[in-house]
């Protein structure tokens, strides 16, 4: 498995404002993904964080909404830009361990779009 | 496309009860992979099984098994001997070797003492 973790935890934010959530893993990996959970709902893939080129979104997301960024093999972001209350849920990013083909969740960022 | 199907939106047991939840998988690929999630109370995503879609044998951990039945796209789970601990909601879903994950909707099981 591999050991995730998520900046922030959680975070309340101003209409118009933009928050970026930073996921750091303790081992290299071949694959990470950005998934949004809306409150009470199901996860939905956002988009595949590439290293070192451009991440590929799923559709209904786009890069200027949710910028995301790869640059090494255990770190990636997500912004989330131009907030709304709409943007309000959990963004949990994801891996695939080097060797493995589980996928381990991230712990999340609560976000709360006021 | 894909299409997951968790046929209870919420069930409801006491203590030692069994209970089976259901997912059906839906995808014109030919090779896949399913799998179960747990998602406690306090949200964090626990990873229970992958399956690959080209073996149908069950499996058993502990209190857990899985039946996957590839001519009917059901992965279905059982919890034996149920406990509060199991309270959780129940994600199953698919994907493919690209690691695109697609989820159901979720099963709340609320395990009474």
């Known amino acids: 498995s591999a050991v995730i973790s998520q900046k922030p935890s959680r975070d309340i934010c101003q209409r118009g404002t933009s928050l970026t959530i930073q996921c750091q893993v303790d081992?290299?990996?071949?694959?990470m993904f950005w998934y949004r959970q809306q409150p009470g709902q199901s996860l939905t893939l956002i988009a595949t964080a590439n290293q070192g080129s451009e991440a590929t979104y799923e559709s209904g997301f786009v890069i200027d909404k949710f910028p995301i960024s790869r640059p090494n093999l255990t770190f990636s972001t997500l912004t989330v830009s131009n907030m709304s209350p709409e943007d309000s849920s959990i963004y949990l990013c994801s891996v695939v361990p080097r060797g493995g083909n589980e996928q381990f969740f991230g712990p999340g960022t609560r976000l709360t779009v006021l | 496309a894909q299409k997951v199907t968790q046929a209870q939106t919420e069930i409801s047991v006491v203590e030692k009860e069994d209970v089976t939840l259901d997912c059906v998988y839906e995808?014109?690929?030919?090779?896949?992979?399913l799998f179960w999630y747990k998602q406690p109370p306090s949200g964090e995503l626990v990873f229970l099984i992958r399956r690959n879609s080209f073996d149908e044998q069950n499996e058993i951990s502990g209190r857990y098994s899985w039946n996957f039945q590839k001519s009917t796209s059901s992965f279905n789970f059982t919890i034996t001997a149920s406990q509060v601990v199991d309270s959780a909601v129940y994600f199953c879903g698919g994907g493919t070797s690209y690691g695109k994950l697609t989820f159901g909707q979720g099963t709340i099981l609320t395990v009474h003492p």
């Open positions: 995808t014109r690929d030919t090779t896949y992979y």
């Open positions: 081992s290299q990996v071949t694959m």
